[in-house]
């Protein structure tokens, strides 16, 4: 049985849709009040309605994470919300195609102002009130081509091999004060719905054939991850990287 996780706060980062809003939904569902935050104010909307309708606690600040700035931003408007933030799942991120001499320098900072510079700040800005309460849990979303080559998204597959290095640092930095800072590194997850819509293309039938599980993953099941680090079920896990990616990563 999940433990519940009443009487927490969560910011999740890009939850508006895909494996962010299953994270929010799960999290709503364990007991947390959810700050949902994204770019898209329409779709804000609706997951906070949505996650309300279902007796979760929920609230929309929205938030384009692109620099330092917008990440302070994010992490004063979220605490004005709820108070304090207890857990910060930094899920938010770009990921173009795009070879090496394919990459601009604008596309390049763009990764890695999403994936890499909003964390950072937001772990800034937050981490420490949990320190002064003696407990909080960051959990980052990472990526199964974090540790393996990926020349067709260089940017974006060394972003997340940052991010990682950022996770052990953090747990070193902030374990001895009560705060925890974990990763989920996700493969390849599609919707349910999309699932069924593909299920004739070579090229998803050959994705899923390299992989051990022999399907996609389901956002669910990412977001089931995250709340597993997130809740004292992990007091005892500290810079993990817990992939999620049904093998991808030992195929």
Do not use: C
């Not at 080559?149 to 974006?156: H, M, N, S, T």
């Not at 493969?187 to 050959?206: F, H, Y």
């Amino acid at each position: 049985m999940s433990t519940p996780l009443n009487g927490k706060t969560a910011l999740v980062t890009g939850s508006t849709s895909g494996i962010g809003r299953a994270i929010a939904d799960v999290l709503a569902n364990r007991g947390v009040h959810v700050i949902v935050s994204g770019r898209n104010t329409e779709r804000g909307a609706r997951a906070v309605a949505e996650i309300r309708e279902a007796g979760g606690k929920a609230d929309f600040v929205q938030a384009d994470l692109t620099s330092a700035d917008s990440a302070r931003t994010l992490a004063e408007q979220a605490r004005s919300v709820t108070g304090q933030i207890d857990i910060l799942v930094n899920n938010a991120g770009v990921f173009p195609e795009g070879a090496t001499a394919d990459t601009t320098e604008e596309l390049f900072d763009a990764v890695y102002n999403t994936n890499v510079k909003a964390p950072f700040f937001l772990v800034a800005e937050l981490v420490p009130g949990m320190v002064e309460r003696g407990g909080g849990a960051v959990v980052n979303v990472s990526s199964f081509v974090a540790d393996k080559a990926a020349p067709d998204r260089v940017a974006y597959s060394s972003s997340k091999a940052a991010l990682n290095n950022l996770t052990k640092a953090w747990a070193k930095q902030y374990g001895p004060s009560g705060v925890r800072v974990n990763s989920v590194a996700p493969g390849a997850v599609v919707p349910e719905e999309v699932q069924a819509a593909i299920a004739d293309d070579p090229r998803a039938a050959a994705a899923v054939d390299a992989v051990p599980a022999r399907r996609f993953g389901l956002p669910r099941e990412i977001a089931e991850a995250v709340a597993y680090l997130a809740s004292d079920d992990a007091a005892f896990v500290h810079g993990a990287f817990l992939n999620v990616d049904g093998g991808a990563s030992v195929a």
